[in-house]
């Protein structure tokens, strides 16, 4: 079994704790759904935001789900012109896939980071 990276995004509404966890909780269902993940075999998961999204650790979100892995909040760099209200994440997870057959997940406004 190989560690696999595996990258996400998406968009709060606003900068408000539930909006952070919601779209936190979506991004990372649809990582372990897409990639057919089992919750046990992710090693950890860093977690960045924009500096506008202050309100809560995303973190909080896989809490909530009860994930007892390794979590980690930053923030992102703040460039200009750059998608607000952005939530990032990267999931290390333990794997037989291939890389090639890695899904990276990207929804509403974050969409447009990877077409």
């Known amino acids: 079994m190989q560690i696999r990276g595996i990258r996400g995004a998406t968009t709060a509404r606003q900068n408000a704790k539930e909006d952070i966890v919601e779209a936190t909780k979506e991004l990372l269902l649809e990582v372990v759904k897409r990639n057919q993940l089992k919750v046990e075999d992710i090693a950890s998961i860093i977690f960045t935001t924009t500096l506008d999204l202050n309100a809560e650790f995303p973190a909080a979100a896989a809490r909530e789900l009860g994930w ?23 999931l290390h997870v333990n794997s037989e896939k291939k890389q090639s057959e890695i899904q990276h997940v990207y929804l509403h406004g974050a969409a447009n980071l990877r077409r």
């Open 68 to 90: 007892k892995t390794a979590l980690l909040c930053t923030h992102e760099m703040n460039v200009p012109e750059s998608l607000s209200h952005c939530i990032r994440v990267l």
